[in-house]
């Protein structure tokens, strides 16, 4: 008899994910430090160390906008510019189906030596594994980080409070809506391109303009905008109300969400943030984004409430208003 | 037209793989940092910082003496130890195969968790992903190591020098054997336990006992003894010889090796360090290594010599002499 199996679902950035991650993983996780929800940690000393990691699994590895070597750095990067951290070091691992193209791996790492260099980060040290055809797919790829802090207290999922504004620095759902059709899963031509791109600079210019008002940062990755406004909510204890008019808008993302009945606050980004700032700093934040080329449509988006506690909501186009549930388990695989 | 292709031999810890990385990966590193070729990297900077990373792909993922969680944590703590570094954090990086059981992820993390606590390390962030069945196999992990240097200058590939003793902790090729016969692969009765271990107290130990005369320090996996002192030779530009009778055995491992026709030399270890060091701490560090659990068997196998460079000779227990050629490409694949 076969007991309980691992699924898809589990993999996708959702709560069966979080679910399984506090049940199977956190208890092997430091006390002290590894149980937060943080994608990135900082750690204890004068060196104001942070660090992240992430695997990706993307399919395909080469898509519209990007390629796994990109998206290795980028979203590192950018998990330790959440915590508000100046992204420095790198590592990569690499694991290889046999019989992949070799021109693969070498488009792969030109794409890795040209993010870091954008981002501003070293690739100091690595490692190279190979499985046997129908063992892996391709090239799987994990990045870890290491940065130092910009400022303390750093941006965190638990700072958000009442009266914050919501700020997001481009429209949704780009990456995923880029990566379904580079899968030949859509049957309308679409022209969308993902928004990977290494958001470390943009984050210091925020820091500069808002300092210690910038109260949170975060990803919008896998279960995009809804399962990081819900994650903040919940670590927070506070409500959120966001306003479905004021979000800068991608037409060939929405077309291709209302013609597959997806929600693009579902949808997973690679290069946006979505961040949470006190009122008083909201205007100079929100102009220094805008001057940024990674935050040109930004756009004040909603306001943090009260309450009630871990609960989005969406004041919708048509004003009525609906719950922003996090998602649950997988509306794309290996999206990143 | 296909193109050249990934091969399983790329990924065996023999030339071909140190080709494929000089080639393919190595232009991606930072110039400076990241193109040397220890498997951890000394950051510059007042932290004294120490940095690496691995992936394990080790089939199967449960053999005696280990799995893949307790390799996961010893293999990264293990590549800090032998650059003199105090392993402190490590991260977690896990790509599951959909359907794979999920009490298997349950030992593997149990493993995590106790070769943390043995190894003094706090496991303080992840990261999950779940790929479709036959797109992996089973869990493939991901561990990357912060460290602190325990001192300056740290033992280095580059340091060996004629006259130095090279010392081991005890007999060699138990982990692939182990592996072979978990596999099945062998046709005769073996009890060989892996010796998977962190090495990190040893290595402390040794430090304490040989200060800057532990000139460098190696732990020979993938490629096995053969790999790790071929590497060693070519980075210092200095030649070696080791004695075959002063080596410590394992009747199980040399069972195993004459009947497949394996040289022990060449077979993979994940508990065992080669320590090249100053003919005056030789014998203090030796007593060191002896007075540690994970060192009872030490012994003083060969010296260090002008040249040839890059060449390491074996005298045999029959007095004639051998070249200890590096390993090509891989004997056992994912064996690690």
Redesign the interface.
Known sequence: M???????A???GGLQ?QE??AR??V????AE??RGL????V?PGA?R?V???????IRPAIFPGGDLGKLAVCGTVNDLAMRGARPV?L?????????????L??TV??S??AA?AEAGV???????????R????GI?A?T?G?GFLRQDPPPSLRRARPGDAILINGPVGQHGVALLAARGELQLQVTVQSDCAPLADLVGAMLKAGGEGVHALHDPTRGGVAAALNEIAEASGVGMEIRERDFPRDAGVDGACDILGLDPLQVANEGKLVAIVAPEVAEAVLKAMRGHQYGAESALIGEVLEGPAGRVSLRTALGTRRIVDPPSG?LL??IC
Chains 1, 2 share one sequence.
Do not use: H, W
């Open positions: 076969s007991g309980p199996q691992v699924t898809l589990q993999g996708g994910m399984l991650i199977e993983l208890p092997a996780c430091d430090l590894g943080e994608d990135a940690v750690l060196e160390l660090l992240t990691t992430d695997s990706y699994v070091y590592t990569l691992g690499l694991i290889v189906e046999e019989g992949t193209e070799l021109e791996l070498r790492m030109r890795v030596a870091c070293a690739l100091v040290t690595g490692d190279f594994k190979v499985v046997e129908d063992s892996g797919d799987f994990n870890a290491v997988e695989p290996r």
